[in-house]
């Protein structure tokens, strides 16, 4: 039995149970902040497969799990995913400077003109990373701990881009960011730009959120250096930026 305190993760059973069984985890069971789950076996995470093996291969299996993930009428509870924008305002509101200014502004500015101009919303597990993709000895790699975010599937990659939390030299660097990339827009036929100015915007938000939970934040934070990173990559490419 998985619980929730009242939050994103309330309503994890109806989301859960949208999604059919395919690439999730299946929820037998569900009410307000309680969900009956299928237990998975031996439930290793992708995570420490990924430490202990290849970074190629674990986001070829997580690219895989997204696309086993069907594109489901959403249910009511799912969040679009223009309501998170939120955050980048009551951000700058706060007056804190624990994250760059000018890297806020250039991210709030990306995620709002990504949400205005996304095609092809759909239901999206919203935070699939390594983390949350456990091993069942007959279900292969299954995705569990869905947020249920409404949004074209470029969204999907943002969190597998900053993950493992654990490893941020392995995937703040340039040459894994493309790797990594390459593979999804591959498997997936996914828009590689929209991917990587999801991904840098999703950084930024997610050390909002950090700062907000009193973690430790300052330019070596680890969602920092991503995007950081992905920021020279877009400014490479020619990314119109505003006014630092």
């Known amino acids: 039995m998985h619980r929730s305190r009242v939050g994103d993760e309330w309503n994890c059973g109806r989301i859960v149970r949208a999604f059919g069984g395919q690439g999730m985890v299946r929820a037998y069971e569900f009410t307000g902040g309680a969900v009956l789950l299928e237990r998975l076996q031996p439930a ?7 430490l202990s093996n290849s970074d190629e ?43 760059p200014p000018n890297l806020v502004e250039r991210a709030q500015d990306t995620f709002l003109d990504l949400c205005e101009s996304q095609s092809r919303v759909r239901l999206l597990h919203g935070d699939l990373h390594h983390h949350n993709v456990l091993f069942d000895t007959v279900r292969g790699w299954t995705a569990i701990d869905p947020k249920g975010l409404i949004a074209e599937l470029e969204y999907e990659v943002g969190a597998a881009l ?7 030299e392995l995937f703040a660097a340039r040459g894994t960011i493309e790797t990594r990339l390459a593979c999804f827009c591959r ?45 020279a990559m877009l400014a490479t490419e020619g990314e119109t930026r505003s006014p630092a």
């Open 44 to 50: 290793h995470s992708l995570a420490a497969f990924a």
């Open 57 to 99: 291969e674990a986001t070829r299996i997580l690219a895989g799990v997204i696309a086993k993930l069907p594109p489901s009428e959403p249910p009511d509870v799912a969040v679009p995913v223009r309501n998170l924008a939120v955050g980048f305002q009551r951000h700058k509101a706060s007056g804190s400077e624990r994250i």
């Open 162 to 168: 900053r993950n493992p939390f654990e490893t941020p």
């Open 187 to 231: 498997v997936l036929g996914l828009n590689p730009r929209r991917v990587l100015r999801w991904a840098f915007a999703q950084a930024v938000l997610a050390t909002i959120w950090s700062v907000e939970e009193g973690c430790p934040v300052d330019e070596s934070y680890p969602f920092v250096r991503l995007s950081i990173a992905i920021d």
